[in-house]
Each structure stands twice: as structure tokens, then as C-alpha cells.
């Protein structure tokens, strides 16, 4: 019952981090510190995407790339900070899912161990029982073949006495 609302609940967060990171956009373009702090940001940023681009294609690398304007390093520095949020909450999610999913197999592993041990434990018991139902059916045996043996030796030397007394009566 707790897996659908866990995977509802993830679902939820994922999806309340798109509006998130669209007000943290909206916040980095007004909020004035945060605003020059990320413009270097997005210059490096796209410095770096430039240069990897122009090496792709076979572009020179060593010509000078031109910095972007404040509105447009603020728009593109808006765009990674939504995306790097979005994203952040992705793998955390995942993360968590993974996490919580290793806890379940090891509660699921244990208690196949438990049971594994019970198992043994009930074989061991009925080894035990069968060697003592062997002894005892052994010494049953042993009884019988006395008490057979015995009646044999009756018979045995009743049947002498009762010839010896009829050859005597006679």
C-alpha cells in the first residue's frame, strides 16, 4: 500500500520542482546581488559551450568569443539555474527511490534467511527423529526376534516333554 503513495510522492516533488525553478528564474533576474553574481556565471557558461561547439565542428578555437549582454547572461543564467534545480531534484528522487528500494530487498533477504534458517533447523529436527525412530524400530526388532526365538524354544521343549511323557505312557 505505502509503494503507490512513495511513487505518487516522487512524482509530486518532480513535478513541484518545475514551477520552483521557473520563480527561481524569475528571482534571478530581479534580486540585484544575485543578479551579477550569476552573470559571470553565465559568461563562463558560455564560454565553455562555445568552445566545445567550435571544436566539434572544426572550428578555430583561439578566436576571441564575444561576452554576452546582461539581459541575455541573466536569461541564460535563469535557464541553468532552472535546470540544475529540476535536475537536482531528479537525482535526488532517483537517489531516494534507490535507497529505499535497497532497504526492501535487504528486509526481503532477511527474511528469506530467517526463513532458510527455519527450514534447516526443521530438517535438522526430523534427521533427529528419524534416527531415533530407527534405533527404536532396531531394539523393537531385536525384541521381536527374542520373543520369537523364545517362543520357539517353548514350543521346542514342549514338545519334547510331551513326547518323552507319551513314549513313557506308552
Partial sequence: ????FMKLGTLAVRTL????????????AVNPKFRTSIIGIAQANHWLTTTIQR??????????????????????AGDLIGELFVFTVAGAVIIFEVHRSA??????????????QVMKQTDEDLVKQVELLKRKLNQLEQVTKQNALARLLYLENGQTKGQKTSISSS
Fill in 103 to 116: 532497504r526492501s530487498e535487504a528486509k526481503k533477504e532477511e527474511i528469506r534467511k530467517q526463513e532458510i
Fill in 55 to 76: 571544436r566539434t565542428y572544426g572550428r578555430a578555437t583561439n578566436v576571441e568569443i564575444r561576452p554576452l549582454n546582461e539581459e541575455r547572461a541573466v536569461q541564460v
Fill in 17 to 28: 520542482s518545475k514551477p520552483i525553478a521557473n520563480w527561481l528564474k524569475k528571482e534571478a
Fill in 1 to 4: 500500500m505505502s509503494l503507490p
